[in-house]
């Protein structure tokens, strides 16, 4: 998509459901990172709405505050997807995971 504004035009994607693959990381690690930022979300929220300092969410999830830090920060290298499942475990949270084929015709069951 091309918009023209006066004598300049800008030029649009339109992302997909992944804005990592969007990015260029290839299929599987960009399924790996989307995971992960959602769930770094969930926690970064529920932190908020608890009103909590970083260091009061350090000592609920027993982590450090720098690594809190991270977690608010989104600095998702640094977060396993086992990781913040156990997180989000101590914050009773109950995750599901929905799996969804492409292609049935690929799937024997």
Avoid at 17 to 33: P, W
Avoid at 68 to 82: A, E, Q, T, W
Wanted: net charge negative; hydrophobic share 45%; proline share 1%.
């Amino acid at each position: 998509m091309t918009i023209s504004q006066s004598s300049q035009s800008i030029n649009v994607t339109l992302a997909q459901d992944n804005i990592f693959a969007d990015l260029g990381f290839s299929e599987d690690e960009a399924v790996n990172l989307k995971i992960r930022a959602d769930l770094m979300l969930t926690l970064r929220s529920f932190i908020k709405a608890k009103g909590w300092t970083q260091k009061d969410a350090a000592s609920f999830f027993d982590e450090t505050q720098p690594r809190i830090s991270c977690l608010m920060n989104g600095d998702i290298k640094r977060f396993s997807v086992d990781k913040l499942l156990l997180m989000l475990s101590k914050a009773g949270m109950e995750v599901k995971f929905e799996v969804v084929s492409n292609s049935m015709e690929d799937v024997e069951i």
